[in-house]
């Protein structure tokens, strides 16, 4: 079966260009999150989503980052206008929520993509 | 909230040998998953093993196990007989409530490297 496939995988830019980065879940997972991973900051989460619906963005760092989920197979984050300090690995995961019960929802790890790797200059 | 602390930023091992990664966690709630992850130099991050709040066994997946000591608020990750493959980053996760849809908060991490 097909992991979580997130694209680019590296992304060299200038400052000040848009960014955007995919991400498709896989088939049948209905939550999906954005994490970004930072030496300083470790990994930590912009925005997840459940059924397509955002749920909590409050980790968005400001209003430069936008992110959508147009359908259950595909997101996006875009970042108008970059800057350097946005430089950083940025992780799409899905999992899926069971309905089985307490134990069945919580033992479901979440699926990562392989990461993009985004180096503004 | 959920916090992850992880105080081993790095650890040394040597090959074959067992090694144990620490990790404690705090939070309110009463139900809550811990998971472990790797991450070799590549970059990916791999599920390794999970242990729920109520299980009263300790978690284990072939040589990883984690000994869960709930009083204590500890989820140490036990890699047994370590091989080269096993030098990676490795991340304690947890999240809370009562279903699979909500975050991970994540530790800093500790880099594993396995000694031949």
């Known amino acids: 079966d097909a992991g979580v496939i997130q694209s680019p995988r590296h992304e060299v830019t200038e400052m000040g260009q848009e960014v955007t980065l995919r991400c498709k879940p896989i088939?049948?997972?209905?939550?999906l999150f954005w994490y970004r991973q930072t030496m300083m900051r470790g990994l930590e989460l912009l925005i997840y989503f459940n059924n397509n619906v955002p749920i909590d963005d409050s980790g968005m760092p400001e209003d430069r980052f936008s992110a959508k989920m147009p359908n259950a197979s595909f997101s996006t984050l875009k970042i108008q206008p970059s800057e350097p300090r946005d430089s950083a690995v940025y992780f799409c995961?899905?999992?899926?929520?069971?309905?089985?019960?307490?134990?069945?929802?919580?033992?479901?790890?979440?699926?990562f993509g392989d990461g993009t790797r985004l180096s503004i200059l | 909230a959920q916090k992850i602390t992880q105080t081993q930023p790095g650890m040394f091992v040597q090959e074959k040998e067992a090694v144990t990664l620490d990790c404690t966690y705090d939070t309110s709630d009463q139900s809550y998953g811990l998971f472990w992850y790797k991450q070799p130099s590549s970059g990916e991050m791999i599920f390794l093993i999970y242990?729920?709040?109520?299980?009263?066994q300790n978690a284990t997946e072939g040589r990883y196990s984690l000994n869960f000591q709930k009083a204590r608020k500890s989820a140490n990750l036990v890699i047994s007989a370590s091989q080269l493959g096993d030098s990676a980053m490795y991340f304690c996760?947890?999240?809370?409530?009562?279903?699979?849809?909500?975050?991970?908060?994540f530790g800093k991490g500790t880099r594993l490297s396995v000694i031949a």
């Open positions: 088939s049948g997972h209905n939550s």
């Open positions: 996760a947890m999240r809370g409530g009562f279903s699979g849809n909500t975050p991970l908060v």
């Open positions: 242990q729920g709040s109520y299980d009263e």
């Open positions: 995961a899905s999992t899926f929520r069971s309905q089985e019960g307490l134990r069945q929802g919580l033992s479901q790890p979440q699926h």
